[in-house]
């Protein structure tokens, strides 16, 4: 497909280009470019991917030799001034798929340009990092969002319509597990893994999931973690952590969640990945486990290593479809032509003199708006706390949201004078 000049189009940006982009904005932009965007309320229009902005620009050659007539043309930046590079390309929209440490600092230059941004989980790491953010976002009537594409998980959907129709009542507490192999920290994000910890990168998905679900009041954050595997085991890289939130509601009753995260399951282990939740209300228990609900499949020489024995279809798929057409799709890949709906609708879906209540109207969608984003921030900022003064040889320190003395304090045992952290 040749963008058509006859056509609306959003010209989008890329600020990352690694595994999550191979895996998810890859097969995005090539089904736009190939299909263009169609809704009843703005119309047909392009979304040409037309700059990408890179750490060595390597990945960028490479996708754009392999990918040929699949993607149009587009500008790869690399280096130290990469993204100030990409804002000259002038994207109406640009996506962050950086290292979670990374976001800020490029999604602040991108809207101080004028762009709209989309940023994978978390969205940022600190509360005020997300209030400098949201305040230029809505100084300039940008479009700010964040994907946490486990929302859109059919299982996670069906979950959250049976508490909203208060068919299940009451969350009482939950637990949520997600194993990953050794090959994700060790090779796919070795580079920067130094200092992190596998409960920011991925169990943010299960906090926000909680939090966007049941909804409640996060009073506290407390965790531990264990090390010595991908880093020093006493250093501040980790292997694992294990991180408690404890919520209260309206009628005052308070619910507990312990999130259990690791990227050092061994490469062997029969799922790329290995989610497990439950959760107990005041009448009924909902259970989820990603393996159990998907395929086993063994192909001899290939599985469970170059392969995996089970697979989640419904995150991210290829697909031969009975038509005879191959497609990539999923969960995943839904989530960001969502936004490129909400962004289109805002610019093409009607008159001039109605987009800033256009604007209004998709700010407020609480699933992936920077603005509602602040309880799963303050939780992750926390957790980060924690752990730094564990590894500082200081464990077992406590995160409280809402405190007296600021909006998140941190407790040390032993100290009387807390830490505010915002």
Same mark, same amino acid.
């Given at each position: 497909?040749?963008?058509?000049?006859?056509?609306?189009?959003?010209?989008?940006?890329?600020?990352?280009?690694?595994?999550?982009?191979?895996?998810?904005?890859?097969?995005?932009?090539?089904?736009?470019?190939?299909?263009?965007?169609?809704?009843?309320?703005?119309?047909?229009?392009?979304?040409?991917?037309?700059?990408?902005?890179?750490?060595?620009?390597?990945?960028?050659?490479?996708?754009?030799?392999?990918?040929?007539?699949?993607?149009?043309?587009?500008?790869?930046?690399?280096?130290?001034?990469?993204?100030?590079?990409?804002?000259?390309?002038?994207?109406?929209?640009?996506?962050?798929?950086?290292?979670?440490?990374?976001?800020?600092?490029?999604?602040?230059?991108?809207?101080?340009?004028?762009?709209?941004?989309?940023?994978?989980?978390?969205?940022?790491?600190?509360?005020?990092?997300?209030?400098?953010?949201?305040?230029?976002?809505?100084?300039?009537?940008?479009?700010?969002?964040?994907?946490?594409?486990?929302?859109?998980?059919?299982?996670?959907?069906?979950?959250?319509?049976?508490?909203?129709?208060?068919?299940?009542?009451?969350?009482?507490?939950?637990?949520?597990?997600?194993?990953?192999?050794? $090959?994700?920290?060790?090779?796919?994000?070795?580079?920067?893994?130094?200092?992190?910890?596998?409960?920011?990168?991925?169990?943010?998905?299960?906090?926000?999931?909680?939090?966007?679900?049941?909804?409640?009041?996060?009073?506290?954050?407390?965790?531990?973690?264990?090390?010595?595997?991908?880093?020093?085991?006493?250093?501040?890289?980790?292997?694992?952590? $294990?991180?408690?939130?404890?919520?209260?509601?309206?009628?005052?009753?308070?619910?507990?969640?312990?999130?259990?995260?690791?990227?050092?399951?061994?490469?062997?282990?029969?799922?790329?990945?290995?989610?497990?939740? $439950?959760?107990?209300?005041?009448?009924?228990?909902?259970?989820?486990?990603?393996?159990?609900?998907?395929?086993?499949?063994?192909?001899?020489?290939?599985?469970?290593?170059?392969?995996?024995?089970?697979?989640?279809?419904?995150?991210?798929?290829?697909?031969?479809?009975?038509?005879?057409?191959?497609?990539? =799709?999923?969960?995943?890949?839904?989530?960001?032509?969502?936004?490129?709906?909400?962004?289109?609708?805002?610019?093409?879906?009607?008159?001039?003199?109605?987009?800033?209540?256009?604007?209004?109207?998709?700010? $407020?969608?609480?699933?992936?708006?920077?603005?509602?984003?602040?309880?799963?921030?303050?939780?992750?900022?926390?957790?980060?706390?924690?752990?730094?003064?564990?590894?500082?040889?200081?464990?077992?320190?406590?995160?409280?949201?809402?405190?007296? =003395?600021?909006?998140?304090?941190?407790?040390?045992?032993?100290?009387?004078?807390?830490?505010?952290?915002?």
């Amino acid at each position: 497909m040749t963008v058509s000049s006859n056509r609306p189009s959003l010209r989008a940006g890329m600020v990352g280009m690694g595994m999550i982009f191979d895996e998810t904005y890859r097969p995005f932009f090539e089904r736009v470019h190939r299909e263009g965007l169609f809704d009843h309320r703005f119309g047909a229009i392009d979304v040409p991917l037309t700059a990408v902005a890179s750490k060595t620009g390597q990945r960028a050659d490479s996708y754009r030799q392999v990918a040929g007539s699949k993607i149009g043309p587009f500008a790869s930046f690399s280096g130290e001034h990469s993204v100030e590079q990409l804002v000259s390309a002038a994207p109406d929209f640009a996506c962050v798929a950086t290292p979670d440490n990374r976001h800020f600092d490029a999604a602040k230059r991108l809207l101080e340009a004028g762009i709209h941004v989309l940023i994978e989980k978390p969205s940022v790491l600190s509360l005020r990092e997300l209030d400098e953010l949201t305040a230029i976002a809505r100084s300039k009537r940008l479009l700010a969002k964040v994907v946490y594409h486990k929302l859109l998980d059919p299982d996670h959907k069906k979950l959250r319509t049976l508490v909203a129709d208060n068919v299940l009542r009451h969350v009482n507490h939950g637990y949520c597990s997600l194993l990953e192999p050794k $090959q994700v920290s060790g090779s796919q994000f070795a580079e920067w893994i130094t200092g992190r910890n596998p409960g920011t990168y991925v169990a943010v998905h299960y906090i926000k999931l909680i939090d966007f679900t049941f909804g409640g009041r996060l009073k506290t954050v407390t965790a531990t973690g264990q090390r010595g595997i991908v880093g020093p085991k006493d250093g501040p890289t980790w292997d694992s952590t $294990q991180l408690r939130l404890i919520y209260e509601y309206d009628d005052g009753r308070e619910a507990a969640f312990d999130i259990h995260t690791s990227w050092v399951t061994p490469d062997n282990f029969p799922g790329y990945v290995e989610q497990e939740v $439950q959760f107990r209300f005041d009448n009924g228990v909902w259970n989820g486990h990603s393996r159990k609900r998907g395929v086993e499949c063994t192909v001899e020489g290939e599985t469970p290593i170059a392969r995996k024995i089970t697979m989640n279809n419904h995150y991210n798929g290829t697909f031969l479809e009975p038509w005879g057409e191959r497609t990539q =799709r999923g969960y995943g890949v839904e989530v960001l032509e969502r936004f490129a709906r909400e962004l289109a609708y805002v610019k093409f879906g009607g008159p001039a003199s109605e987009e800033s209540q256009r604007y209004v109207e998709m700010q $407020q969608l609480d699933y992936n708006d920077l603005s509602a984003d602040r309880q799963t921030v303050a939780a992750v900022q926390g957790l980060e706390a924690i752990l730094e003064c564990h590894a500082a040889g200081e464990p077992d320190c406590v995160a409280r949201v809402g405190d007296p =003395r600021g909006e998140l304090v941190l407790y040390r045992p032993g100290i009387s004078t807390p830490m505010v952290l915002n």
